[in-house]
């Protein structure tokens, strides 16, 4: 502190009273022997001077015999109380002090006797950082689904299942289960807000070479039962399997008139994420679809049929595949499942080995 500059601030400045406290545990001595010492030997005396330590915030401090940091024979005379005192320079005195005169800012009490310079303040007690508690009860939390999975031997399991909000479609990665040692069952929960239900299963699962277990897939849409040969002859890694309400809106007047109410399904397949035509009917997959005939309909039950809105049905022209497939299936010409040559719009699919077999036959011949 510039004592020379406090003092011509103080002469310009005439002040009745001046209060003095140091709020510093540890320079609190230094400050008061160094700095308060030059303070008042520059005072008038006509100037009160109340000094209060506090170096009661010391724990070893607290209390009414501990003597403040200045020593006595410093200047004046000197009055304590609980760490709290006054020091005046010989021949300074107080008088008209009324009890109580003083006010500490942040203290919650401060008492001061008449003519006395000798403060007691009270401070409260430092509260801790409030705790912010954030009441979640009113925020609805994201459900949990788990599907159920039972495998050949009855050991039952479940897997998580994802819900994709974009395409409302719920889930299920069922890896790459083993269907030579039996079936497989796998029940989705019902998910709600979605419209479609997807199982994800590698294609070397669903690639025997002979008739082996079946992997059904239960939903509230419908039921798929797939055997473990629907793939058999088509390569790719991951295959994908949809189930789901259709869209009636993009329908025909006269389609969308005749399925009423009644259920709209949609199927489809993937592999690897590309959406393919798939039709073997050596490894026919089931659908099951749960639906509540009328009165009318049980009535007539033979009348009850299902119609195809697109892909294979019979009243739809052949293509090349499926002729090519009934006609060596009729000749019993089995299918080339390594072929080495084939046509160049062969692909990848369920026809494609009886394309080849029929490449180099004597049907291709004639």
């Known amino acids: 502190m510039d004592v020379e500059r406090v003092c011509v601030f103080l002469e310009e400045l005439k002040p009745d009273t001046i209060v003095w406290c140091l709020v ?3 320079d ?3 400050l008061s022997k160094i700095e308060l010492s030059g303070l008042i030997e520059n005072l008038s005396p006509d100037v009160r001077f109340v000094y209060i330590s506090t170096t009661f915030i010391s724990d070893a401090c607290k209390n009414e015999e501990y003597i403040p940091v200045i020593d006595e024979n410093s200047f004046g ?4 109380s609980n760490g709290s005192n006054i020091r005046l320079k010989s021949g300074y005195t107080l008088n008209g002090i009324t009890e109580d005169f003083f006010t500490v800012a942040g203290a919650s009490s401060a008492n001061n006797a008449a003519n006395s310079g000798v403060i007691t303040a009270t401070f409260p007690e430092t509260e801790s950082e409030p705790k912010i508690v954030i009441d979640t009860s009113g925020i609805p939390k994201t459900p949990e689904y788990k599907a159920k999975v039972k495998m050949p031997d009855g050991t039952e399991l479940s897997l998580l ?11 299920i990665d069922a890896g790459s289960p083993d269907l ?3 079936d497989v069952e796998i029940t989705m929960p019902s998910v709600q807000g979605v419209n479609a239900y997807a199982l994800g299963i590698s294609v070397a699962s669903l690639s025997a070479n002979e008739k082996q277990g079946t992997l059904t897939f239960n939903t509230d ?14 390569s790719g890694s991951k295959r994908t399997v949809t189930i789901g309400q259709g869209d009636k809106n993009g329908l025909p007047p006269d389609v969308k008139a005749a399925i009423g109410s009644r259920p709209l399904i949609r199927l489809m397949l ?14 026919p997959v089931t659908v099951s679809i749960p639906y509540t005939p009328t009165e009318e309909e049980l009535a007539h039950p033979e009348s009850i049929v299902v119609r195809y809105i697109d892909g294979y049905s019979p009243s739809s022209m052949l293509t090349r595949g499926e002729f090519i497939v009934m006609l060596m299936r009729a000749y019993g010409i089995e299918p080339d499942m390594n072929p080495t040559d084939n046509f160049s719009d062969a692909g990848n699919t369920y026809y494609t080995g009886y394309l080849a077999a029929q490449k180099g036959s004597r049907l291709q011949k004639a």
Not at 221 to 234: E, F, H, N, Q, R
Not at 270 to 283: C, H, K, L, R, V
């Open 24 to 26: 510093s545990k540890n």
């Open 28 to 30: 609190e001595e230094s």
């Open 77 to 80: 005379s000197c009055h304590h």
């Open 161 to 171: 299942v994802t819900v994709e909000d974009v395409t409302k479609t719920a889930f």
């Open 180 to 182: 030579a040692l039996g």
């Open 221 to 234: 849409t419908g039921s798929i039962a797939i055997p473990a040969d629907m793939l058999k002859g088509i």
């Open 270 to 283: 993937s592999i690897d994420g590309a959406q393919i035509d798939w039709n073997n009917p050596d490894a």
